[in-house]
């Protein structure tokens, strides 16, 4: 629209252009919708699929809606929700989820960094196992080691750092900081670090041929949950005395 030079004010449009506009009006106005909207009523149906089988309405009810997080149980890997807890409510400032942030973090943590003990890995599920976990705590009065189950998530790091399965359950694993040890010789260095006459007893045990020892410790180990049973829950902690000496997370 052109400015009006003299008095800075817009010029009115000229008798064509309101003809032209007029005309545009009457061509496009039956396009426009005229009235109120339709009513509810006149709107046509959409059909609606509804499902009564169990089986769908279990699957739907049970559907994670929040973020999630792997644990570790017994058998492996378990999945739990965090109620409340979205995953875009739970993002670090960097965005990743707090999940996985928590996960990345713990994968990463030393466990010597500040305690130099080293660690037994254990079955947590194996009564022989924690038999021989109630029996090495009685029998480490000076608290030399401390201990860890194999499918507790601090296990599951220690195994990485040996450079094993996360899921190996196979053997008994004995962590220090800079090396590790399974099987009969780990069974052997444990013992040799008790009080007496357990010492005495691995120093017969260390002449031995260690494929011999170690198919002795195979034997065994292979069946136990066979010869010794199982328990129905993981050993993550003790409740006792020797609190302090078990790592979970």
């Known amino acids: 629209m052109a400015m009006n030079a003299s008095l800075g004010e817009p010029s009115r449009p000229s008798q064509a252009a309101r003809h032209v506009c007029h005309r545009m009006l009457q061509t496009y106005t039956p396009l426009a919708r005229v009235g109120p909207p339709p009513s509810r009523a006149s709107r046509p149906a959409v059909p609606v699929l509804i499902s009564t089988s169990p089986s769908i309405i279990t699957r739907r009810m049970n559907t994670p809606r929040m973020s999630t997080c792997v644990c570790a149980g017994a058998e492996g890997d378990t999945t739990s929700t965090a109620p409340g807890v979205s995953l875009a409510a739970a993002a670090d400032p960097a965005g990743?989820?707090?999940?996985?942030?928590?996960?990345?973090?713990?994968?990463?943590?030393?466990?010597?960094?500040?305690?130099?003990?080293?660690?037994?890995l254990f079955d947590g599920v194996c009564n022989l196992c924690n038999g021989g976990v109630n029996f090495m705590m009685?029998?480490?009065?000076?608290?030399?080691?401390?201990?860890?189950a194999l499918q507790s998530p601090a296990g599951r790091r220690l195994l990485l750092r040996c450079g094993r399965q996360?899921?190996?359950?196979?053997?008994i694993v004995l962590v220090e900081k800079n090396r590790h040890f399974i099987r009969?010789?780990?069974?052997?260095?444990?013992g040799a670090a008790l009080r007496l006459p357990l010492p005495a007893l691995a120093a017969l045990g260390f002449p031995l041929p260690l494929p011999l020892r170690d198919t002795l410790y195979d034997a065994v180990a292979n069946n136990r949950y066979s010869f010794f049973g199982r328990t129905g829950a993981c050993r993550l902690r003790d409740a006792g005395r020797f609190a302090d000496r078990f790592i979970v997370d």
């Open 96 to 120: 990743r989820p707090a999940s996985a942030t928590a996960a990345r973090k713990a994968a990463t943590r030393d466990d010597f960094a500040i305690d130099q003990r080293p660690v037994i």
């Open 138 to 148: 009685d029998n480490d009065p000076s608290a030399v080691f401390r201990l860890a």
């Open 166 to 171: 996360v899921d190996d359950l196979s053997s």
């Open 184 to 190: 009969s010789e780990a069974i052997l260095r444990i």
